[in-house]
């Protein structure tokens, strides 16, 4: 008799993804790019290349324990700051002009980092 254990379940796989929409909406975000995805008992690994979301290209690695926890090291640019905001408002479920009146212009270069307990 084979038994099976979803927690023990262990593997890989690389990714080559293509967003079949352009704008984000509640929930739904569109990435294009290619990533690598190691599975293994009770975590996830994930390194991202050339990863296109947000109107952003995004680099990096994380780990993810489930789909409320993650943790890594994220890099990532963008050429227009407020694209980026009002796209990760509108995934977010906010609305379309999160900044109201205020327009932002240029470059956003961001590295965020895993907070501490």
């Known amino acids: 008799m084979v038994h099976f ?3 023990k379940i262990a593997g890989s ?3 080559s993804l293509v967003a079949t929409r352009q704008d984000p909406g509640p ?3 569109p990435v294009s790019g290619k990533l690598d995805a190691q ?10 290349e050339s990863v296109s979301a947000l109107g952003s ?3 990096g690695q994380f780990s993810l324990r ?3 926890e993650i943790e890594g090291d994220f890099r990532g640019d963008t050429t227009d700051v407020d694209a980026l905001i009002t796209q990760l408002s509108r995934f977010l479920g906010g609305s379309d002009n999160p900044t109201g009146a205020i327009k932002l212009r240029g470059r ?3 590295m965020p980092t895993q907070a501490e307990n």
């Open 39 to 48: 599975l293994h008992p009770g975590r996830t690994l994930v390194n991202l």
């Open 5 to 7: 254990d979803p927690l």
């Open 57 to 59: 290209r995004l680099n």
């Open 27 to 29: 929930s739904v975000l």
């Open 13 to 15: 796989a690389r990714l």
């Open 66 to 68: 489930s789909f409320r």
């Open 108 to 110: 956003f270069n961001s």
